[in-house]
């Protein structure tokens, strides 16, 4: 194995929406927090940096003003690493409110797109109809931004295809598989392997895990020549009952075990060429 697999691209989602402190204490709201655990996740590992921001307080924004302060910030300290801000914000926003991190000057190089509606984590219910879809990629698009289409099951990825022969999106199409999500598709091999095999044949994938089975779907990704994204928004422990100290203890330990299987880590600019970005 990894003989010819490419570079992984590692992916730190290290702030989220839902995730708060009182979950895990590392979880970071202030600017200076984030740029901090940004900088540490990108030294341990991790090519893009997967981005929510939050007030001090903690409550959730997709204030482009408050994205252009952690984005200059996060610059500043690893200038190369690929910054990829969240469209999908928090539950309840509306699609004006979180389209809003993709106006930053310059553009990010990516972005996610949310791929369908679903119940999240039981009574919530995040919202992303076929028009927000087409919304948030004709955006993009204008921005030559590239998405990171986020499906949480296999009718998102028949809605992004179904969207991309109408012109909406472009190919190579780069996927975020999560799996875990209560009201999504579970996170069994099983299903991991199912939403790989419906993908086109040239697209990139990563994949996230949530919860308990963050590392059991980024090591079957890791397997299966996909890329892999770890961090507080989707899971607060570094094993059985223990609390992870940081961002970058849970890229240390993908790190870990990518290279015991063989597989190299891409550097933020392999990423780049991977993911056509340049
Ligand atoms: N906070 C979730 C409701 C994304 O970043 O695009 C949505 C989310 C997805 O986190
Ligand atoms: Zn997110």
Redesign the pocket.
Known sequence: MGDNLEDLIITA?IC??EVTKEHNKAVPYAINEIVNEAEKAYAAGASII?L?VRQDDGRPTQDLNRFQHVINGIKEVCPDVIIQP?T?GSIGMNIKERIQPIYVNPPPEMA?LDCGTMNFGGDDIFINTENDIIYFAEEMIKLDIKPEL?CFDKGMIDTVLKLHKKGFIKSPMHFNLVLGVIGGISADVRDLVFLIESLPNDATYTVTGIGKYEFNMATASIIMGGHARVGL?DNIYISQGLKAKSNAELVKKIVRIANELGREIATPNKARQILGLV
């Open positions: 989602a989220g929406a997967h929510h969240s999908g996610t986020e928004e």
